[in-house]
Every structure is written in C-alpha cells, then in structure tokens.
C-alpha cells in the first residue's frame, strides 16, 4: 500500500513538473528530462539519465535506460533502449561483483553502466527492437521491427535484422545533405511554411534538392 502511495505521488509530481508533456506511465524516473509535446504511453520503464525531446513519443511497455532520444521520435511498442551490459573480460559477469554497490566494497570497475545511449531526431524504431547501450543512431534512421542494434547506425539509414544491418539508405547522399542542413525538427515553429510545403509535396521535394 505505501508503495502504491509513493508511485502516485510520484506520478503526479511528474505531470505536474512537465505539463506540457504527455506522461501516461507510472514507472519514470522523476530525474526525466521530456520537452514539450513528447509523450510516454502505459507500462513504458524510464530509468535513469534519460532525455525525451519534443514530439517524441515511447509506446506501450517499452524500457529506456541511459538514453538521450531527440525531436520528433517515433519509439514503437516494447522496444529496448540503453539497457546495462554485462563484462566479458572480467573474472565475473555478476553486477553484485562489479557495480557501485558491490559486495565486495570495493569501487564499481564496470565502466559502460555510465555510458548514454543517443537517438537522433525523427527516428523511428519499430516494435520490439532492442538498441544496446553506447549505440548511436543518426538522424531520419529506421529500425525494423525485432531488430538488434548493437553498432551505430548513419543518419537517414534503413538497418533491420540480429544483429542489425544497414539495407538501404532511404535517400541519395544529396538529399541526406540538405536534410541534415536543414534541422526542420529545429525550425518547425519558425518555419513551419516551408516544411508544410516539403510535407505536403511528399516525394517531389526531391526534385527540387539538386
């Protein structure tokens, strides 16, 4: 029961603290950086040293650790993110051996439990994906559905598979160019006209990228 009480309160604080975002699960870490417009559905996990920015949002029982996710993110259903490693050089694998908190007291010597895990923006990650810690994951990239990322993944990349692979690239190098200079997830509230046309254009915006 007075776990239960603690969970509320905490929930509230959480959509109180960020009004402007869309909290729907009681497991978030009340140390969460979200931005405006982001949303987190029921069951997501939010763990520790985790950023959300704006319009982003992290379907139903997905879990992110260690993670900074930029704009525009579409994050599916029971995704895995920065989730903690294990040593396999070490004479143990156990975290009761290796972490901060350890048996033996002596200093955690697991280095990879601070290392974040960056998403890009306008990325979108298909349902049950996992993305391991330390990857990082450029812009406009896709992860199909069920795949293992465990190596980075360039911006505006197709990756799918166990473990994940780069099958197409959805645009020519060009069209990454100007993409990239662009930064529309920057500059949507300022120049919503010009990415409105690009938007409503579909495909034929790259014709007019030479």
Request: glycine fraction near 8%.
């Amino acid at each position: 029961m007075i776990n239960q009480v603690k969970l509320l309160a905490k929930f509230i604080f959480l959509k109180y603290k960020h009004k402007s975002a869309s909290i729907n699960s009681f497991q978030v870490n009340r140390n969460l950086k979200i931005s405006k417009g982001a949303r987190i559905n029921k069951g997501v996990i939010i763990g520790e040293n985790v950023s959300i920015g704006e319009y982003s949002y992290i379907n139903n029982n997905s879990i992110v650790f260690n993670s900074d996710i930029g704009k525009f993110c579409s994050i599916s259903y029971n995704c895995m993110i920065g989730l903690p490693n294990h040593p396999i050089k070490n004479v143990s694998t156990s975290p009761f051996i290796y972490s901060k908190n350890n048996i033996l007291n002596i200093p955690g010597s697991f280095e990879d439990l601070n290392i974040q895990t960056i998403i890009g923006n306008d990325v979108w990650i298909g349902a049950n994906a996992i993305i391991m810690r330390g990857v990082s994951i450029g812009n406009g990239a896709i992860i199909g559905a069920g795949s293992v990322v465990t190596k980075d993944i360039p911006a505006y990349a197709i990756a799918v598979g166990n473990p994940a692979k780069v099958i197409k690239m959805r645009f020519k190098k060009n069209h990454i160019e100007f993409l990239e200079e662009m930064k529309y997830w920057d500059k949507y509230d300022t120049q919503n006209k010009e990415l409105a046309h690009l938007v409503l254009n579909r495909e034929k915006w790259i014709e007019d990228v030479k």
